[in-house]
């Protein structure tokens, strides 16, 4: 004797029973991802970022007018000091400049670092960063010197 089996048909409703499971656990889990997506890191270093991109022909200018300077630095880290050496474009120490240090911590904006410029007068700076601060940061100098500005920047890994 053969039994024969008797299959249900495919109804709407058996579907539905499996789909809308199916979405609404994915409605939920975008609904998880799209919620940490607005509300953690946005992802922008940058204060007015679209300005500044839309000024971006002043800031080849300012770097065409830093190169005819010529100025350079020399950047040596020691003991939770960042000395800084300036050089003119003779290889002479440049004296008597207004310099801001700046340490950027491209992981957070929270961490960020304005420094302390100390014994100025001499063509070296020095500045003292934070027992905290290890790891890779950037380190970024504005120097003005009788109305000529340069800005420079410099990889560092503080130990």
Do not use: C
Not at 47 to 54: F, Q, R, V
């Amino acid at each position: 004797m053969s039994e024969k089996t008797q299959e249900k048909p495919t109804t709407g409703w058996f579907v539905m029973r499996w789909l809308g499971p199916l979405f609404g656990v994915m409605f939920i889990v975008n609904g998880i991802f799209v919620w940490f997506a607005l509300n953690t890191h946005t992802g922008s270093q940058t204060e007015n970022a679209y300005d500044k991109g839309m000024n971006y022909n002043q800031v080849l200018e300012r770097a065409r007018a830093q190169e005819l300077l010529g100025w350079g630095i020399g950047v040596e880290v020691e003991n939770n000091i960042i000395q800084i050496s300036l050089f003119d474009d003779v290889g002479s120490l440049i004296k008597d400049a207004d310099v801001e240090m700046f340490l950027f911590d491209p992981r957070s904006a929270a961490n960020d670092q304005f420094l302390t410029i100390e014994n100025a007068s001499s063509g070296q700076f020095f500045a003292e960063y934070s027992n905290e601060a290890t790891g890779q940061w950037e380190l970024r100098l504005k120097v003005n010197k009788e109305g000529d500005v340069a800005e420079f920047r410099r990889k560092l890994v503080l130990p």
